[in-house]
């Protein structure tokens, strides 16, 4: 199997929601910070406003269920905007184009008018979103900003570096593919540039078993466990920097 690595384009964003989709429906942080119980009603402090009037036991509300349609359209808007605004690879077969793997990566860039423009317009796509599909599609808000918050301060904590980290955001393979390098190859786009401008990268795991050990074996060292606690309910993440490697 010949593997190349190209940027992401319009005509590849269905296939790579795809792989993230399939990628992460066992992901640890995942199934914390959605509800993925079909019909599931969360309790009201878990939302930013009151449910509506109960719908019956035959008509799941679908504000506060998961909806796999809205969070595709969530993911293509996400995709959209990475096109002109982060590292957004795709790993295809040479031979037939079928897409194997997906990476999204932020560059070490301070921030811009133009970013912040665009941060906006993301924002707004995925306001759209929500009206569109009636609610958040099973986000736990509450959840959501907890994790925000904890990410803030370990990155306040780690982040020490003058021109910043290439930061990996996401990083998705093809379960039939997993184990025949497609996500090393991934890795390895972005990687290459760091080391050769001498910047480091970081990314966030939230599988310590067997996630952490490949990264591990990439170059990347854990510096940081991020505790995610919502009541009963924790969600771990490891911090992982690699630190640049002279060539």
């Known amino acids: 199997m010949t593997i190349e690595i190209v940027p992401l384009t319009e005509e590849t964003i269905p296939a790579a929601t795809e792989i ?47 909806n796999k349609q809205r969070n595709q359209d969530s993911l293509t808007a996400r995709c959209r905007w990475g096109i002109n605004n982060a590292i957004f690879h795709i790993a295809r077969e040479t031979d037939t184009g079928s897409v194997l793997g997906v990476s999204c990566w932020l560059a070490p860039e301070p921030p811009s008018w133009y970013s912040w423009f665009q941060g906006w317009v993301l924002a707004g796509r995925q306001v759209v979103n929500n009206v569109w599909h009636g609610g958040r599609g099973g986000l736990r808000a509450r959840r959501y900003w907890i994790w925000k918050e904890r990410q803030r301060a370990a990155q306040r904590a780690i982040w020490d570096a003058g021109r910043g980290y290439y930061f990996c955001n996401i990083v998705a393979v093809r379960p039939e593919v997993q184990g025949r390098g497609v996500g090393r190859r991934l890795f390895g786009a972005v990687i290459d540039v760091a080391d050769r401008e001498g910047v480091g990268c970081y990314l966030e795991s939230s599988r310590l078993v067997p996630n952490v050990r490949i990264y591990e074996k990439m170059g990347f060292r854990v510096v940081r466990e991020m505790e995610c606690r919502d009541g009963g309910d924790v969600c771990m993440l490891y911090c992982m920097v690699r630190e640049p490697i002279e060539k």
Do not use: C, L, M
């Open 20 to 66: 993230i989709q399939q990628a992460f429906t066992d992901d640890p942080y995942f199934n914390w910070v959605f509800d993925t119980t079909q019909g599931h009603h969360r309790p009201r402090d878990e939302v930013e406003r009151p449910h509506p009037p109960s719908r019956g036991p035959d008509k799941p509300n679908r504000e506060t269920q998961f």
